[in-house]
Structures are given as C-alpha cells and as structure tokens.
C-alpha cells in the first residue's frame, strides 16, 4: 500500500483480555518499529524487526507483550491479559533499510487502545 | 542514555505571528536529530532531519531548526504561522545502537511533544 496501515484504529477490551494490533507496513520496507504514545508522554519504543533478524524487544514494559512479523512484511502486536495501564496509541513505523535510511520512518494512525 | 526535552507543554501563537519550538537533548555523540508534526487522529509526520553538515535544516511546509551544538538544542522555526499549523509537535533524536542478535537497530528517542494552538 502507499503507507502504513495500521488495524483496528480504535480498540476497547475489558481488563484482563488479550489483545492483537495488526501493521502493514510499506512494501518492500525491511525495518519495523512498534511505539507506544500514552497521554502526556512522548514515545516510548517497544520493538523493532529488521529483515529476518532477531527482534529487539528491549523496549517492551512487561512479558505480556509480544510481536511477530510474518514473512518479513506484516506485524501483530499482542497485549496479554491487559491492565489499565496499558491504554495508550499504539504506533507502528516501517523504514526501507539500515543506518541513514533506516531514519526514514513513515509512521501508521496508529491504534488507539482503552481498557475498562 | 540519550534523552530529549521539549519545556513547553502548550503553545498558542497567533495566526501570521512567528513560531519557535524549544528542544533541548543529551547524548554523547554527534546527534542524528528529527521534528515531526501529529496532527489530530493522524500519525506522525516528518518535518525536518539532520544528519551533519549545515546546522540550519529546512524542512516541510516553511519550517527550519537550527543544530546549536554549543546549547544542545534543536529549535524548530516558522516565520509566520498559518491555521493549519495546530497541531503536536515532537522533537526526536536518533541513536544506532547494536545488539548481537539483532543487528544493529536504528531507534528514535522521543520528547513529550509541544502542543501548538493558533488563534485566528
């Protein structure tokens, strides 16, 4: 697609239900980023996937959150048993490659997650 | 670690008038620095990079930051503001950093963003 797609836009779960936010990233964009907005904070970086390396999920906050990225291209992040603490805009990035382009975020809408 | 500060919370200018963004970082290396601009229900949007070389970057719709490496800052500039221009605005710095399993990652560090309103 020409941007990043990012599904559902809005999703409300009851405390203690799992949860998976889905990304598309840009076609032929090796690199993926999950950022996590909450109210009056800046981002904070969850997890990245570049090509078929290993992740590197040193910015995930707890072992309830997860991710994969199937063939390269598209991403689920999944909330385990969720907490109120975890209501916040989730943001995927992609990127084409490393170093310099690898700066080259284009960012999703994001998906906005409530728990009640 | 790296961090980033942006003092003002909320900004509200008039349309026409002159904006300036504040954004102060710490890291210990030459910075790779970045703007971008969330406009409501919107992902983020680059505004402006730099990477090295002239400290004063332009960047998209009219806007520029200038690199002062002396005051670690990175403000970004618009010389008169139209209304379309509210919106979130983020400073970023970006660091490579390198983790034997997973190559060398390319992360951006995020400040709390300055919340821009203009009167009309």
């Known amino acids: 697609g020409a941007g990043v797609s990012q599904s559902p836009s809005n999703k409300v779960t009851e405390k203690g239900k799992d949860v998976e936010l889905r990304c598309d990233p840009i076609s032929g964009h090796t690199a993926l980023y999950w950022y996590r907005q909450s109210l009056g904070q800046g981002l904070e970086f969850l997890i990245y996937?570049?090509?078929?390396?290993?992740?590197?999920k040193s910015g995930l906050p707890s072992d309830r959150f997860s991710a994969e990225r199937t063939g390269g291209s598209v991403s689920t992040l999944t909330i385990q048993r969720t907490q109120q603490e975890d209501s916040a805009v989730y943001l995927c990035?992609?990127?084409?490659?490393?170093?310099?382009?690898?700066?080259?975020?284009?960012f999703g809408s994001g998906t906005r997650l409530t728990v009640v | 670690a790296q961090s980033v500060t942006q003092p003002d919370i909320h900004i509200t200018v008039s349309e026409g008038a002159s904006l300036e963004l504040r954004c102060n970082y710490s890291?210990?290396?030459?910075?790779?620095l970045f703007w971008y601009v969330q406009s409501p229900g919107q992902g983020l949007q680059l505004l402006l990079k730099?990477?090295?070389?002239?400290?004063l970057v332009q960047g998209i719709k009219g806007f520029e930051a200038e690199f002062k490496r002396s005051q670690s800052s990175f403000n970004l500039r618009k010389p008169s503001v139209h209304w379309s221009d509210a919106a979130e605005y983020f400073c970023a710095v970006g660091v490579s950093v390198f983790r034997l399993e997973a190559g060398t990652a390319s992360k951006l560090t995020f400040g709390t963003g300055t919340r821009l309103q203009v009167t009309l």
């Open positions: 730099y990477f090295s070389g002239d400290t």
């Open positions: 890291y210990g290396a030459t910075p790779y």
């Open positions: 996937f570049q090509g078929n390396s290993a992740p590197d």
């Open positions: 990035a992609s990127s084409p490659g490393r170093e310099y382009t690898n700066y080259g975020y284009t």
